[in-house]
């Protein structure tokens, strides 16, 4: 099993980031899928979250910034980020079923490699 992140990459302040999470060797339309983020030297800590049944959640720095999907038939999930700041500089990384809360990252089972956001002032 393999999730496939990309679309991290440099950005000014006030720009958009569009961010892919492909999912391979399994299914996860019935599990719940998410974005967390990791600065150097800090916890990783959990950005938006999808259910099976389409549900969002999404920690408190995002304020209507940043929008989670799922792509059933690709198997994915996306993480379009818009009104980037410095501050959401950082490695982003996707991860896949949890059977028990959304927002620990522990919980999960399946993760990806990581994308860099960069966002500059």
């Known amino acids: 099993v393999q999730l496939q992140a990309s679309g991290g990459g440099l950005v000014q302040a006030g720009g958009s980031l569009r961010l892919s999470c492909a999912a391979s060797?399994?299914?996860?339309?019935?599990?719940?899928m998410a974005w967390f983020r990791q600065v150097s030297g800090k916890e990783r800590e959990f950005v938006a979250a999808i259910t099976a049944g389409a549900s969002t959640l999404y920690a408190e720095f995002v304020n209507g910034r940043f929008r989670i999907s799922r792509d059933v038939t690709k198997n994915a999930v996306n993480l379009q980020m818009n009104s980037l700041k410095p501050e959401d500089s950082a490695v982003y990384y996707c991860a896949a079923d949890s059977p028990v809360g959304p927002v620990t990252a522990p919980n999960y089972a399946y993760w990806g490699q990581g994308t860099q956001v960069t966002v500059s002032s």
């Open positions: 060797g399994r299914t996860f339309s019935r599990n719940v």
